[in-house]
């Protein structure tokens, strides 16, 4: 059996390793054809979050970026809803007995999952219906495409619980999703923003019924996994850090990259099919 901390050094060494074989602890875990699926598995309860399965989504997407069969990944919940948030009961009970520092630590370690997410190189198609508030919103926030139903209820419902909106960069991700005015009320009022009302402010990417969800984000996810992989994860890269660049940076880093991908033989394929009248066959290199 092998967990995420398993695979610490070989991302010490720097090797690539496949994750396939991954056993997961606190969530479910699969793995085909370079396309992972990651399922938040507490039904029950509407697939909340503990400390534990915290830790284990940030040392799992951390080490993908080190994956050698993993080229894209769902993030899903189990039993008709994403994820109710932190447990009220593991989580937030115990919050409130302990210290600044300790708390301070952990509000680290939660960030520490939006960043392990937003630097692994493979896109990550959230599947949304249900319940999806507080963390839960943060992960389908985090996420780089979202699919939803219409009858899906996203809420950041912090304030609600006394705290402030700014969560898991929060503030800084979702005006960037759906603009500052709207990103603003969800965060100031905690409201539930319905599927439709979703999709419109452009949260969602699409809706889908509920019975057809996870078949056509697996599709989505297999369609990503066509294209040049290695591109796309060039592609992530670049969204995520030109954020803070000024437009004349964001040229030259993005010559860079560009020249990077000309290097690929991906990219070769694609100009021979195109001289050959065919479709390129992409391979991730």
């Known amino acids: 059996m092998s967990t995420a901390h398993d695979l610490d050094p070989a991302l010490a060494r720097g090797n690539r390793r496949p994750?396939?074989?991954y056993t997961a602890q606190h969530v479910l875990w699969a793995c085909q054809?370079?396309?992972?699926?990651?399922t938040?598995?507490?039904?029950e309860r509407k697939n909340p979050l503990t400390f534990d399965s915290y830790a284990e989504l940030r040392d799992l997407f951390h080490a993908l970026r080190l994956a050698s069969d993993v080229h894209v990944v769902v993030l899903q919940g189990a039993g008709g809803?994403?994820?109710s948030g932190g447990d009220v009961h593991e989580i937030i009970g115990p919050l409130v007995k302990l210290p600044a520092p300790e708390l301070l630590m952990f509000t680290r370690m939660t960030g520490d999952v939006v960043k392990a997410m937003r630097t692994c190189p493979q896109p990550i198609v959230a599947a949304i219906d249900g319940v999806c508030a507080g963390a839960g919103a943060i992960l389908a926030m985090a996420s780089d495409l979202r699919l939803g139903t219409a009858?899906?209820?996203t809420a950041f419902l912090f304030n609600r619980v006394g705290l402030a909106g700014c969560d898991m960069a929060a503030c800084a991700i979702l005006p960037r999703l759906i603009g500052q005015g709207r990103a603003s009320e969800l965060l100031y009022t905690g409201r539930v923003m319905g599927g439709e009302e979703a999709e419109r402010w452009g949260f969602f990417n699409r809706l889908c019924s509920p019975e057809d969800l996870q078949a056509q984000a697996l599709t989505l996810a297999q369609a990503l996994r066509a294209g040049p992989t290695f591109a796309n994860g060039i592609t992530k890269t670049m969204l995520h850090q030109e954020w803070s660049m000024t437009i004349e940076q964001a040229l030259e880093a993005e010559a860079q990259a560009q020249a990077l991908c000309m290097l690929t033989q991906?990219?070769?394929r694609a100009y021979e099919a195109f001289v050959q009248r065919q479709k390129p066959v992409f391979q991730g290199n």
């Not at 054809?33 to 990651?38: K, L």
């Not at 938040?40 to 039904?43: A, F």
């Open 19 to 21: 994750m396939a074989p």
């Open 266 to 268: 991906d990219y070769t």
């Open 33 to 38: 054809d370079g396309v992972a699926t990651i």
């Open 81 to 83: 809803n994403f994820s």
């Open 40 to 43: 938040l598995n507490r039904p």
């Open 151 to 153: 009858r899906s209820k």
